[in-house]
T-cell receptor, first 110, second 114 residues
Framework: GQNIDQPTEMTATEGAIVQINCTYQTSGFNGLFWYQQHAGEAPTFLSYNVLDGLEEKGRFSSFLSRSKGYSYLLLKELQMKDSASYLCAVKDNQGGKLIFGQGTELSVKP | EAGVTQFPSHSVIEKGQTVTLRCDPISGHDNLYWYRRVMGKEIKFLLHFVKESKQDESGMPNNRFLAERTGGTYSTLKVQPAELEDSGVYFC????????????FGNGTRLTVT
């Protein structure tokens, strides 16, 4: 079966650091994506990991451990505009479709 | 470059009616995907085109849903006849064929069946 778990909600303070975890159990694996989605808008691409380790891109970093079926998204120097839903998605190795978790609703408070 | 565009942004129809959703992918993207998000649930895969061919339609709920991509450009998703449980947000996404290319999503069509 396909199962991707991430926390439903998180709250953090402006200027702080927050880590959003994602665990997955999928029949195939061809990479893991993180997307950001503001209400009523399109999901937008944040990061892609296919090998173990950390990928850093500005204030956002993403980590992957394939042996543990685990990833996290790290957001530094939080800004109010970072309040959004963060989606973890695994790309399967048959056709390349994405399998999504339910998303983590992040609220950044002043 | 222009992003993925979807039309209409909202549609309210009665049970039993027909609705056609349209998606214009990013120019040059051979991969085109349809996804759906029902309230309170995760975004779920419906089907995948490579150019004009259906690569994977394992996520299509039933035969009331018909997707086409004539000429390998824009795509349509028709629901006929619509049922209450078809309500949700329908997203289209496109990508290049290279491994690791991210999917670019449209803003979605919010479908409400009453």
């Amino acid at each position: 079966g396909q199962n991707i778990d991430q926390p439903t909600e998180m709250t953090a303070t402006e200027g702080a650091i927050v880590q959003i975890n994602c665990t997955y159990q999928t029949s195939g694996f061809n990479g893991l994506f993180w997307y950001q989605q503001h209400a009523g808008e399109a999901p937008t691409f944040l990061s892609y990991n296919v090998l173990d380790g950390l990928e850093e891109k500005g204030r956002f970093s993403s980590f992957l451990s394939r042996s543990k079926g685990y990833s996290y998204l790290l957001l530094k120097e939080l800004q109010m505009k970072d309040s959004a839903s963060y989606l973890c998605a695994v790309k399967d190795n048959q056709g390349g479709k994405l399998i999504f978790g339910q998303g983590t609703e992040l609220s950044v408070k002043p | 470059e222009a992003g993925v565009t979807q039309f209409p942004s909202h549609s309210v129809i009665e049970k039993g009616q027909t609705v056609t959703l349209r998606c214009d992918p990013i120019s040059g993207h051979d991969n085109l995907y349809w996804y759906r998000r029902v309230m309170g649930k995760e975004i779920k895969f419906l089907l995948h085109f490579v150019k004009e061919s259906k690569q994977d339609e394992s996520g299509m709920p039933n035969n009331r849903f018909l997707a086409e991509r004539t000429g390998g450009t824009y795509s349509t998703l028709k629901v006929q006849p619509a049922e209450l449980e078809d309500s949700g947000v329908y997203f289209c996404a496109s990508s290049q064929v290279e491994v690791g290319s991210p999917l670019h999503f449209g803003n979605g069509t919010r479908l409400t069946v009453t």
